[in-house]
T-cell receptor, first 115, second 110 residues
Framework: GAVVSQHPSRVICKSGTSVKIECRSL??????MFWYRQFPKQSLMLMAT?????????EQGVEKDKFLINHASLTLSTLTVTSAHPEDSSFYIC???????????FGQGTRLTVV | AQSVAQPEDQVNVAEGNPLTVKCTYS??????LFWYVQYPNRGLQFLLK??????LVKGSYGFEAEFNKSQTSFHLKKPSALVSDSALYFC????????FGAGTRLAVHP
């Protein structure tokens, strides 16, 4: 299957700072990528759809100014958590679907801890 | 609106026994249905999908799933469970975006 790489896998930051998470499609181009958030023992919640060369589409209730998404190339999307607070601590996962496939492939996730 | 229900928070199975993880869905039109597995602190791994064709779909690691249109179900099955199958399993439906069920934790005991 296709490979989606997410970095970093784990990050600890101080309250008030910003953190950037990268999502790369390694062997295919992705005009669309998806960002999810997962709370402990819960399902994945879709946060936003990242569109290459245009603005991201955010799900209802997700603060676009808090979670900045940039999709500058066909293989890279970034999620920046701005002015992080402890309640932003979570597991963030990205995914992308190659044009030739019907299934999405997921990055390995980023565990964010805000202290 | 599309939705997915996984009615069981946890399923416990003895190693070697068959396992079933249940999933029902609600979607307008023809559904694309998926099963993914998640190991601790990892992303999701694709197991199998139903798009069209045979109702019985075979996937990775010996898993299979049966699409039942009349019951709007897509249950995940495996004839003989392994301890290493213990993980969190997600059913998902796709229309224009992928929507996940709540997840079912599978525990396979030796």
């Amino acid at each position: 299957g296709a490979v989606v790489s997410q970095h970093p896998s784990r990050v600890i930051c101080k309250s008030g700072t910003s953190v950037k998470i990268e999502c790369r499609s390694l062997d295919f181009q992705a005009t669309t990528m998806f960002w999810y958030r997962q709370f402990p023992k819960q399902s994945l919640m879709l946060m936003a759809t990242s569109n290459e060369g245009s603005k991201a589409t955010y799900e209802q209730g997700v603060e676009k100014d808090k979670f900045l998404i940039n999709h500058a190339s066909l293989t890279l999307s970034t999620l920046t958590v701005t002015s992080a607070h402890p309640e932003d601590s979570s597991f963030y996962i990205c995914s992308a679907r190659p044009g030739y496939a019907t299934e999405a492939f997921f990055g390995q996730g980023t565990r964010l801890t805000v202290v | 609106a599309q939705s997915v229900a996984q009615p069981e928070d946890q399923v416990n199975v003895a190693e070697g026994n068959p396992l079933t993880v249940k999933c029902t869905y609600s979607v307008s039109g023809n559904p694309y249905l998926f099963w993914y597995v998640q190991y601790p602190n990892r992303g999701l791994q694709f197991l199998l999908k139903y798009i069209t064709g045979d109702n019985l779909v075979k996937g990775s690691y010996g898993f299979e799933a049966e699409f039942n249109k009349s019951q709007t179900s897509f249950h995940l099955k495996k004839p003989s469970a392994l301890v290493s199958d213990s993980a969190l399993y997600f059913c998902a439906v796709s229309h224009n975006k992928l929507i996940f069920g709540a997840g079912t934790r599978l525990a396979v005991h030796p």
